[in-house]
């Protein structure tokens, strides 16, 4: 039998012998779908609401309908102005089965293609709830890597980044790879995608994120069903040697803090709302202190060795004058002695 699991309540109206590429739907949400209906001379009363070729209610003019699979779905008529009739037909729970294409056709002659009153087809999608980023930063650019996991059908993803009221929007330069995942009996898709974000100039930048499903291929209409995170990115001169990796999770209205800082520039970002984690605190403290200490050591020994020579410059300015006296003193008294020994050396001849 067929479930009714979905998302979304939307509107897809077809007027007779015309389609229209109705909206996709969110799994497991109640969604409903609108037909409108005129009779324009056909003649026929009834007409059936098939989906890939089953019949899942049939209706009449005469404001009556007959579903058959009514634990799961309801379908009503309603008469409307100028002879047409709107069929409602509400799916209570949608599931990716319920996707495909749906046809509006009259009872008589349902095999023809001209029993057709017109179609619709229905793709499914799950919503992405979070996005888990990562910020790699290199010699000329800031890398950006987000994911999602359990989404369907693939996703896809825009970077768009603004400075000064200008706008750049990075969607064909990204890169992706994608896991299979099986979630009981349905497909889900881990995606991975990145771009590599140069800035040419000093500044603040915002980076506005938004991974998407695949639903129609269409990245325009795609993207309005996506989770979109910003990200505040600036740019500053600095001297700072230390380079701090990020493994920021997103999820609704809830971001952290990451602050990446290279020998020539200072890149900061600087999503929303949250702090860093106690681990990663710790770590920037602990490196900082490091460079420090390491400052201090070297100008400690430049003050260390200042110093010794001034006293050595100073010793030897203040003590020329007694050292040379007591030079000469010394000289005079090995003199004296050598005098008195050449004496006693004479007396002993003697």
């Not at 040379?324 to 050449?342: F, G």
């Amino acid at each position: 039998m067929y479930g009714c699991i979905g998302v979304l309540i939307f509107m897809c109206q077809l007027v007779i012998l015309t389609g229209l590429n109705c909206e996709p739907f969110e799994e497991n949400q109640p969604y409903s779908i609108f037909f409108t209906w005129k009779l324009d001379g056909h003649g026929e009363s009834k007409v059936a609401l098939d989906k890939n070729g089953v019949i899942l209610a049939t209706c009449d003019t005469d404001s009556t309908c007959v579903n058959y699979f009514d634990h799961c779905s309801a379908t009503s008529i309603t008469p409307l102005p100028g002879g047409s009739f709107l069929i409602n037909h509400t799916i209570f729970t949608a599931s990716r089965r319920d996707a495909g294409e749906w046809t509006l056709k009259y009872l008589e002659g349902i095999q023809s293609e001209n029993s057709v009153v017109g179609r619709c087809h229905i793709a499914s999608y799950t919503k992405i709830y979070y996005t888990k980023c990562k910020s790699q930063l290199n010699k000329d650019n800031v890398e950006i890597m987000c994911e999602t996991a359990n989404a369907f059908p693939r996703s896809r993803c825009q970077f768009k980044v603004s400075h000064q009221q200008k706008e750049w929007l990075y969607s064909k330069n990204i890169s992706y790879s994608y896991e299979l995942n099986q979630n009981g009996r349905y497909d889900y898709y881990k995606t991975m995608c990145s771009t590599h974000i140069r800035f040419l100039k000093l500044g603040s930048y915002t980076v506005d994120v938004n991974m998407f499903p695949s639903v129609t291929g269409d990245d325009d209409s795609d993207v309005l069903l996506g989770f979109r995170s910003f990200v505040d990115v600036d740019v500053n001169e600095g001297s700072s040697a230390l380079v701090e990796k990020c493994d920021d999770m997103f999820w609704h209205n809830t971001t952290r803090l990451c602050v990446l800082k290279v020998t020539e520039k200072v890149y900061s970002i600087r999503p929303t709302i949250t702090i860093m984690e106690s681990s990663q605190e710790t770590k920037v403290s602990t490196e900082i202190t490091w460079k420090i200490s390491g400052m201090q050591i070297i100008l400690i020994l430049i003050f260390s060795s200042t110093i010794i020579i001034s006293i050595i410059l100073y010793a030897t300015f203040k003590c020329g004058p007694l050292c040379q006296k007591a030079s000469t003193n010394s000289k005079t008294e090995k003199d004296e002695k050598k005098l008195v020994k050449n004496k006693d050396d004479s007396y002993s001849h003697f």
